[in-house]
């Protein structure tokens, strides 16, 4: 089975995480699964940025981001050439080690 590491990041999961990923899921829903709140404004689909992640290692495994995912990840603060949004991507079955950014653009939630 393909394993996911979530690098430590202070707000979401400040251990890191790991677990396994279930065919077919999308990382933001396996996020939420295995107990990490990643912000997910547009409930995954693909009409903001507040998922967005970093592929730091795994990337190339990864089906490509379709144009609508590229047209939002434009938007995202701290995009970097391995950036997706986690509701758009399904892990296959490669193992991925994934960052979350320390800074989302959500204009929904308040403070």
Not at 11 to 26: D, H, I, K, M, N
Not at 46 to 51: F, L, S, V, Y
Not at 58 to 65: P, Q, V, W
Not at 89 to 111: H, K, W
Request: hydrophobic share 35%; glycine share 6%.
């Amino acid at each position: 089975m393909t394993r996911i590491i979530i690098l430590p990041n202070e707000t979401y999961c400040p251990e890191g995480a790991v677990f396994e990923a279930t065919p077919g899921q999308s990382l933001c829903e396996l996020m939420l699964e295995n107990g990490i709140d990643i912000e997910h404004a547009c409930e995954m689909s693909c009409a903001c940025t507040t998922c967005h992640v970093i592929v730091r290692e795994g990337f190339s495994s990864l089906t490509e981001a379709d144009e609508c995912e590229e047209d939002m990840l434009d938007k995202a603060w701290g995009l970097e050439p391995t950036s997706r949004l986690s509701c758009q991507m399904t892990p296959g079955e490669t193992d991925l080690v994934v960052e979350i950014p320390r800074y989302s653009i959500n204009q929904t939630r308040a403070g």
